[in-house]
Structures are given as C-alpha cells and as structure tokens.
C-alpha cells in the first residue's frame, strides 16, 4: 500500500511538471509561431543545479530548490539581456 501511494505521488508530480513544461512551450508557439526548446534547457539546468546543491554541497532541500530557482532567474535575465536584446528581429525599444 505504501508503495501504491509514493507512485501515486510521483506520478502526480512529475506530470504537473510536464504539464507546465508543456505549458510553456504552448504559450511560447502561440505567441511566436516558432517552436522554441531553449525553455527546456532552462527546466533542466534547474534540475541540475537542484541536484547539485542537495546531494553534492548537502544543503537541505528547503535551501537547496529555492536557490536552484533563483540561480535559473538570474541566468534567465543574463541571457535576456546580453543575447537577446541584440538579436536582430528583437522588438525595438521605445523612443
């Protein structure tokens, strides 16, 4: 029975995250046209980076998964503002 309920919980966790992970790249080819897997790399390297503060620095989870998230912010930010806004096809910026 334990058994039974850790798969059931597993499994509804890992279908919320495909399910916002299909989310995202719904909205993204909605809004552009274009289908666009940089998102995908952004969900993994926060996986990685929550794998690696938990198990390989020994943070507590509770410390751990919130820095993974800021950690993908601000890398989320870096590329935005050093790539993308010098792409050619970028909306202009106002005035």
Do not use: D, W
């Not at 926060?46 to 509770?62: M, N, T």
């Amino acid at each position: 029975m334990t058994l039974l309920i850790a798969a059931l919980i597993t499994g509804i966790g890992l279908g919320s995250m495909y399910g916002l992970v299909a989310l995202g790249f719904q909205i993204t080819y909605s809004v552009s046209s274009k289908v666009n897997f940089a998102q995908g790399s952004m969900v993994m390297l926060g996986a990685v980076l929550g794998f690696v503060f938990c198990e390989q620095y020994g943070f507590p989870v509770i410390l751990g998964y919130p820095l993974a998230i800021l950690c993908c912010g601000v890398a989320g930010i870096l590329v935005e503002f050093f790539l993308v806004r010098h792409l050619p096809f970028a909306i202009p910026k106002p005035g």
